[in-house]
């Protein structure tokens, strides 16, 4: 039999999916065996989707509301054929124009945005590589603080060639990106003669659920701006921000200082603000105009139907709806964090500090068997396989201190959390006791568990197909499920 990596494409072959991580494999252990209330209340509970479900009430609300958006209604169908027929890849104008004005309002209405500079892409995911394409040529480098979204080794670098150049930080200055590990980083790339294009970084950042202060972003801009290379802003999460200090968006800073507009790109999405991922909103809002003409054609890769273009160009061209949503939307993510951070902290467990997100960053690094990335992973599957939640490991997201864990909470109802922190405390008072009445000999018992639960799994995993799903996969109806 030929393999087929003779037969494929080396892009089709190689592991630049990313997906060969613990990310993923989370997800597979949720898929096999799913919580439900009361189908299967001792299924795992998926706590690494970072997804906003809380707010859906409000949109469906608006579309039976509003029935002659959706093209495919009896009150809609009269414009079926015009918006059917629609391919333009400049979008909808309307599209355009209500895209923009969300994005201003999301800002505070403190910044206006063109219509005329937004370009579409499929999504974040699409759009993040559509910034690549027009930025950088195989092998050139951007640099990306740690600990990042894991799907950018993905996103950024499989198709497009271009390299990933983390930039370190640390838990004792709250992962904060500082100008020193900027500079450290792009004089080692650059000693090794890779060709820097570029800085990206998420705001607020995933998986941290902070957001960049004032002067951080402005020593993001003069870093950049010095050197010549582009500043990629991903904004995805501008309008989760549900405590304190407002989010700051880079094109705001840009009006405050001078730089090299150019260099400057927003990538936004309305996946996580809006909570509509399937719908594969995302955009390209750049300042450079070559950049603008160029993704536009690239667009044609990755256009939003036109259909949901429409959709959403009314919805969102309701000031009023908008106004509500976004507070609304803000304030429940608020009681959900808060609820669940308390929950955490009765077993003394610590999250960073964060006032944005669909999840917490949470420190379990006091439960590790050793303060190792092996020991990282042996506590993940502890909690994966005893615990049952689903939650990332530190590591993939290139964290660089061991015992940190994501934990997603927006995309279930109050009563799962419930259950997901009564499973925590259960597991923590369970680790102490054992830990307390150990004999001497036995004392690393509790450890000695999550190690061997550690080996277990592994075997299990041996045997299995080594595929792994993406966000992006019809989960529950792959053939590597239906054949278990
Ligand atoms: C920082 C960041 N960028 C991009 C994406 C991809 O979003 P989309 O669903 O719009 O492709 C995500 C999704 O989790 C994300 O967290």
Redesign the pocket.
């Known amino acids: 039999m030929v393999s087929g990596g003779q037969l494929l494409s080396k892009i089709a072959t190689n592991e630049g999916h990313g997906e060969n991580s613990p990310y993923f494999d989370g997800w597979k252990a949720y898929d096999r065996n799913p919580f439900h209330p009361t189908d299967n209340p001792d299924g795992v509970i998926q706590m690494g989707l970072?997804e906003n479900q809380l707010s859906f009430d409000l949109i469906r609300d608006w579309i039976k509301q509003n029935p002659e958006a959706s093209i495919c209604t009896v009150d809609g169908v009269h414009k079926f054929k015009d918006t059917a027929n629609f391919q333009d890849y400049h979008g909808l104008p309307e599209f355009r124009k209500a895209i923009a004005k969300f994005m201003g309002m999301v800002r505070g209405g403190r910044v206006t945005f063109d219509p005329d500079r937004v370009v579409m892409g499929?999504?974040?995911?699409?759009a993040?590589e559509l910034i690549m394409f027009c930025l950088a040529d195989h092998g050139d480098a951007f640099l990306v603080p740690t600990p990042y979204?894991p799907?950018?080794d993905r996103?950024l670098t499989w198709r497009t060639g271009v390299q990933i150049i983390p930039v370190d930080s640390c838990s004792s200055n709250k992962f904060q990106v500082t100008k020193n590990a900027l500079e450290a980083a792009y004089d080692r790339a650059q000693g090794a003669g890779i060709n820097v294009k570029g800085l990206i970084i998420?705001n607020p950042s995933?998986p941290l659920g902070t957001v960049l202060e004032r002067e951080t972003l402005k020593d993001l801009v003069s870093f950049i701006n010095e050197r010549n290379i582009h500043l990629v802003v991903?904004e995805?999460?501008a309008a989760t921000i549900f405590s304190s200090s407002s989010f700051i968006s880079v094109a705001e800073i840009i009006e405050e200082m001078d730089c090299n507009r150019n260099l400057i790109h927003i990538?936004y999405?309305l996946?996580?603000d809006m909570g509509l991922?399937g719908f594969?909103?995302?955009i390209v809002y750049s300042y450079n105009d070559e950049v603008v003409r160029c993704g536009r054609k690239m667009s044609s890769f990755g256009l939003v139907s036109s259909q949901t273009q429409y959709l959403l160009a009314r919805m969102l061209s309701d000031e009023e709806f908008v106004k509500n949503f976004l507070a609304e939307s803000s304030r429940r993510l608020n009681k959900r964090h808060s609820m669940f951070t308390k929950g955490l902290e009765q077993v003394r467990i610590n999250c960073l500090k964060g006032n944005a997100g669909l999840y917490v960053w949470m420190d379990l690094h006091h439960l590790l068997k050793e303060p190792t990335f092996d020991g990282e992973m042996t506590l993940w599957r502890v909690i994966i396989d005893q615990v049952r939640l689903n939650v990332s490991p530190g590591c993939s997201f290139h964290c660089k201190e061991p015992g940190w864990f994501r934990v997603c909470f927006a995309n279930m109802d109050d009563q799962t959390v419930e259950a997901a922190l009564k499973r925590i405390r259960a597991f923590v008072c369970k680790g102490k006791e054992d830990h307390q009445e150990m004999p001497t000999k036995n004392k690393q018992r509790w450890q000695r568990n999550l190690r061997l639960s550690f080996s277990a799994r592994r075997f299990e995993e041996g045997v299995k197909s080594p595929h792994v799903m993406s966000?992006h996969s019809p989960i529950p109806h792959s053939p590597l499920v239906r054949a278990k």
């Open positions: 970072a499929g999504g974040a995911t699409g993040n979204y799907a950018f996103d998420a995933n991903d995805i999460y990538v999405s996946s996580k991922p594969r909103v995302g966000p």
